[in-house]
């Protein structure tokens, strides 16, 4: 599946509501400290990162991805542009 295809598909699940860019903004912070949450308690607090932590944190970051996809799609953005795009500014900075 391309990030186009995932775009279109989540596309179908968005939210309805006038203010979805708020929403999809906020829910991706909140995903953000989902993961840095999972990942200090696993790490931190446990010494060690197991298949449950790396499960939970793949699913948390399946729901970063949507909101970056509902975010890119409220703004009429291409998320497989945006992934190209950055991927020429990381070779330029990084090579």
Known sequence: ???TEYQQ???QTRSKSPLRLIYAIMGLCAQ???IASLHRKA???E???GPDHIDR???TLGDALWYI?????TLQLDLQKIAHHNLEI???THT
Request: charged residues 20%; positive net charge.
């Open 47 to 49: 010494g060690k990162i």
């Open 90 to 92: 990381l070779r330029q």
């Open 43 to 45: 790490y931190l607090s």
């Open 1 to 3: 599946m391309t990030l």
């Open 57 to 59: 944190i793949s699913k």
């Open 9 to 11: 598909a989540a596309n």
């Open 32 to 34: 953000a400290g989902k």
């Open 69 to 73: 996809a509902e975010t890119a799609t």
